[in-house]
């Protein structure tokens, strides 16, 4: 049973910048949000996607944007990134009608902005 | 202002010693989570409460909801340095089952051999 699995595992940018990154939910699951953790610090979420469309946002700017697609799989897109953009992002997947809010996170993508 | 407290923020023992490790909120929660991250990785799993007053063992790890839903803790007996990492507590922010999960800030458990 292959579990969430994010690409790529690292990538340097420089300022101004526009990055991907992608995600495939744990099996069985339709539903994957995407958080941004700063080293040392919580996860803070940025948005979720089911059925192909983002339904919650945090307070994160319009640079951050994202995709879901038909096979439940999703990609972050970063636009005109900023230094304080440099973090490790994570994508985690939930089957939208599970009965607790558990979420099962992928190894991460660490963005390093220069 | 965090929803989730978490305390300590740092905590660096002996192996074979305990702890205590607490969340704490002023909402209530309808579930917490909690994980486990070490440096580079994402976040583990190790548990969810769902019930008031609830508590889970998982081998030397006990966990702890409060009666009100508003605090867990999470116990580790006789640690190891394989414990060593950032434990996170998390949860939908009320009304709950939203998908959305905030964080507490995470402690840090360093274990010395």
């Known amino acids: 049973d292959a579990g969430v699995t994010q690409s790529p595992t690292h990538l340097i940018k420089t300022r101004g910048q526009q990055v991907t990154l992608r995600c495939s939910p744990k099996?069985?699951?339709?539903?994957v949000s995407w958080y941004q953790q700063a080293l040392g610090q919580g996860p803070q979420f940025i948005f979720q996607?089911?059925?192909?469309?983002?339904?919650q946002r945090g307070n994160f700017p319009d640079r951050f944007s994202g995709h879901q697609f038909p096979n439940y799989s999703s990609e972050l897109n970063v636009n005109a990134l900023l230094l304080g953009d440099s973090a490790l992002y994570l994508c985690?997947?939930?089957?939208?009608?599970?009965?607790?809010?558990?979420?099962?996170f992928g190894p991460g993508t660490r963005l390093t902005v220069l | 202002t965090q929803l989730l407290e978490q305390s300590p923020q740092f905590l660096s023992i002996q192996e074979g010693e305990n702890l205590t490790v607490y969340c704490n909120s002023s909402?209530?929660?309808?579930?917490l989570q909690w994980y486990r991250q070490e440096p580079g990785e994402g976040p583990v799993l190790l548990v969810t409460v769902v019930t008031g007053g609830e508590v889970k063992k998982l081998k030397r790890l006990t966990f702890q909801f409060g009666d009100a839903r508003k605090d867990s803790s999470l116990h580790i007996t006789a640690a190891q340095t394989g414990d060593t990492g950032l434990y996170l507590c998390a949860g939908p922010p009320p009304p709950g089952n939203t998908g959305k999960l905030i964080f507490g800030q995470g402690t840090t458990l360093q274990v010395k051999p």
């Open positions: 996607y089911y059925e192909e469309e983002e339904r």
């Open positions: 909402s209530v929660f309808s579930s």
């Open positions: 985690a997947s939930r089957h939208r009608r599970g009965f607790t809010d558990t979420q099962y």
């Open positions: 099996s069985g699951h339709d539903t």
